[in-house]
């Protein structure tokens, strides 16, 4: 079972550049999110979704835009990088509301803005 | 709101020693509470959770967490401490209220353990 598939794993991106990391699910969960994780922060909830067509934003979402047109993907838009976006970005996909179960994290993705 | 609370962001243990880290968690309803543990360069799988079934919850690795609510923790021990469980540790918790899915974790508690 594949899970959580995010990619790509690395990328280095000048500041200004637009970027998209991509995320896709196999489990036909109904809930997806976006995650960065800081040193000594934690996990700081981006955007998250409770289904297809259904975004909406979380703790920290200025920089940064999502879509949901399939229940397997979940992209998340860098629009114009800046320095305070180096961090590593975790996806998680979470059984339909209602259902409190965990969430499944992919592997993440280290990001560096120079 | 729900908000958790990791009390030591280091832990150092010798091997063989008890693992304590400390979570206490903050919420107006009955809260669902989470351990995740997170290696290096990897990502979060979890550890153990809470849903009400039992005050006492066990998880993989030999870890457990006592849901406490006149204390309002969920603290995670293992009896004895093995060199591969040095990571870093986080309790999240998601409101029992519906609709309410989102994670909210701690700061983590990196676990060091000393030959």
């Known amino acids: 079972n594949a899970g959580v598939t995010q990619t790509p794993k690395f990328q280095v991106l000048k500041t200004g550049q637009s970027m998209t990391l991509q995320c896709a699910q196999d489990?036909?969960?109904?809930?997806m999110s976006w995650y960065r994780q800081d040193p000594g922060m934690g996990l700081r909830l981006i955007h998250y979704?409770?289904?297809?067509?259904?975004?909406d934003q979380g703790e920290v979402p200025n920089g940064y835009n999502v879509s949901r047109s399939t229940t397997e993907d979940f992209p998340l838009r860098l629009l114009s990088a800046a320095p305070s976006q180096t961090s590593v970005y975790f996806c998680?996909?979470?059984?339909?509301?209602?259902?409190?179960?965990?969430?499944?994290f992919g592997q993440g993705t280290r990001l560096t803005v120079v | 709101a729900q908000s958790v609370t990791q009390l030591g962001s280091h832990v150092s243990v010798s091997e063989g020693a008890l693992v304590l880290l400390r979570c206490n968690y903050s919420?107006?309803?009955?809260?669902?509470l989470f351990w995740y543990v997170q290696y290096p360069n990897q990502g979060l799988q979890l550890l153990l959770k809470?849903?009400?079934?039992?005050?006492l919850v066990k998880g993989i690795n030999g870890f457990e967490a006592e849901f406490k609510k006149s204390e309002t923790s969920f603290h995670l021990t293992k009896p004895s401490a093995h060199m591969s469980d040095a990571a870093e540790y986080f309790c999240?918790?998601?409101?029992?209220?519906?609709?309410?899915?989102?994670?909210?974790f701690g700061k983590g508690t990196k676990l060091t353990v000393n030959p």
């Open positions: 998680a996909s979470t059984p339909g509301q209602g259902k409190y179960t965990e969430a499944f």
């Open positions: 489990m036909n969960h109904e809930y």
């Open positions: 979704s409770v289904g297809a067509g259904i975004t």
């Open positions: 919420s107006s309803v009955p809260p669902y």
């Open positions: 809470y849903t009400s079934a039992a005050t």
């Open positions: 999240a918790v998601r409101g029992a209220q519906g609709g309410s899915e989102k994670l909210v």
